[in-house]
């Protein structure tokens, strides 16, 4: 029952997330005017709200106008639903898991922006760091987050300059930074590392397909999906990813 709970929790907070995704890049207010189709208009009815099974039930269209409304709405509310149990699973119920989950639901809907209209919006992305930094089991691991936060987001900036100059054009965006000090606050500095190594082999495959277009549009990879997947597997397996780097480095 508590895990039913925790899922339609998680569910709920991704339908908000939903919102946010299709507001936030047309920087249109998040609360007014209330969830309409985005077709006809028509405002929603209280249980066409309700996360996956509105979806399912009128089997993926408007009630109203029939024109079809898109699987991500379904797929981003039941991911969320995910994140909370497994977040919860790793963590125990507790307010730090669920300020944990609530980044990962940003990380979520900054990765779907992120894909679809090429930008990271600094209000989600600096919701995120503050969600990372704040969830601790104690106000001495909110500092020890906050230090980890700086170290990343340092190092990043000083990786930036460096790249920048070498390559002769701007490397990586503030966005990255943010994300890489949202990384840093999760999984301190050596798991952070791993992470951040992670998620350029899984960005590489993705890379070698989209250098082989000529199409200019192409060649700008998205890479907060991949930070973002990354720090998740690293946070989940974190006792295996620290085991092997004390079998390496002792
Ligand atoms: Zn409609």
């Not at 989950?101 to 809907?109: C, E």
């Not at 890379?207 to 998740?232: G, H, V, Y």
């Amino acid at each position: 029952m508590e895990w039913l709970f925790i899922f339609i929790l998680g569910a709920a907070i991704g339908s908000f997330m939903n919102v946010l995704i299709v507001r936030t890049p047309r920087d249109e207010s998040v609360s007014f005017p209330a969830s309409h189709c985005m077709s006809c208009n028509t405002p929603l009815r209280a249980w066409h709200n309700v996360p996956i099974l509105s979806w399912l039930f009128l089997r993926g269209k408007c009630g109203f106008c029939g024109e079809k409304i898109s699987v991500q709405y379904p797929i981003v509310e039941t991911l969320a639903g995910l994140i909370f149990i497994f977040t919860a699973l790793k963590l125990g119920v507790t307010f730090q898991a669920f300020g944990i989950a609530l980044v990962f639901t940003l990380l979520l809907s900054l990765s779907v922006i992120d894909f679809y209209y090429k930008m990271v919006p600094d209000s989600l992305n600096l919701s995120a760091l503050t969600f990372a930094i704040l969830s601790a089991t104690s106000l001495g691991q909110v500092g020890y987050n906050f230090t980890n936060a700086l170290l990343f987001a340092g190092g990043f900036t000083l990786l930036r300059f460096y790249l920048s100059y070498a390559i002769k054009k701007e490397a990586m965006g503030e966005a990255d930074i943010m994300i890489a000090a949202t990384m840093g606050a999760i999984l301190g500095v050596k798991l952070a590392l791993v992470a951040i190594f992670l998620s350029a082999l899984l960005a590489l495959p993705a890379l070698l397909l989209t250098q082989n277009k000529e199409d200019e549009n192409s060649q700008q990879l998205p890479f907060i999906p991949f930070l973002a997947m990354a720090t998740w597997i690293v946070l989940m397996f974190d006792t295996y990813v620290t085991a092997y780097l004390v079998g390496l480095y002792g």
